[in-house]
């Protein structure tokens, strides 16, 4: 009796050990998607992410997701009031200080800053007394890379404040796709 229990304690010992053990680099990303989204595997455009972006029950618009125009990155589209950007940052484009000073030197208008961080810039641009311009830009890193994520600065894009909201909202669901797709779209 006393050697059976003797090989199930060896037995079930390295169970124990690495039931305990150190858990460096298994982190687990919480995957549930809230009501009203969807995850978008962006491997296919050259990004090893998911966002969390609206889905058809939004009645917000078709999808469209394509590369970056001249900016680069990939471009999400829902309709007329989703529209974003991702893109790897660089120096430049992740310096939030260096951003406000290329938005003060071009002639986009004036920039109030509603919310302002390390990592974020809320900002409405004005165009004479009567046209305003809602904005986001935000930093975000996920391991060692840093992304820009904004808004698709178009002159025909009209967003209120509640569609920078929501595109804010996916942008801080930006991760790491732990499950790359197999194909590249073409």
Known sequence: ?????????????????????????TEQVDETIPAGMMALDLTP??????????DSTANMGKLEVSE?????????RI?????????????????????????AATDAGECTYTTESDSLLVYVTKFGEEVKRNHFYQVIKIGTEKYVIRDIN??????????????MESAK??????????????
């Not at 006393?2 to 305990?20: D, E, Q, R």
């Not at 178009?154 to 595109?167: G, Q, T």
């Open 68 to 76: 970056g125009e001249s900016w680069g990155g990939v471009s999400i």
């Open 173 to 186: 669901t930006l991760r790491n796709n732990p499950k790359p797709a197999a194909e590249p779209k073409s």
């Open 45 to 54: 455009y050259g990004f090893p992410l998911k966002i969390n972006i609206p």
């Open 154 to 167: 178009d002159p025909e894009n009209e967003f209120l404040e509640d569609h920078i909201k929501k595109m």
């Open 79 to 103: 309709g007329k009031t989703f529209q974003l950007n991702i893109n790897v940052g660089d120096e430049e484009s992740t310096n939030l200080k260096m951003q406000k000073e290329l938005l």
């Open 1 to 25: 009796m006393k050697k059976i229990l003797l090989l199930l304690a060896v037995a079930g010992m390295p169970v124990l050990f690495n039931a305990c053990g150190d858990k460096k680099g």
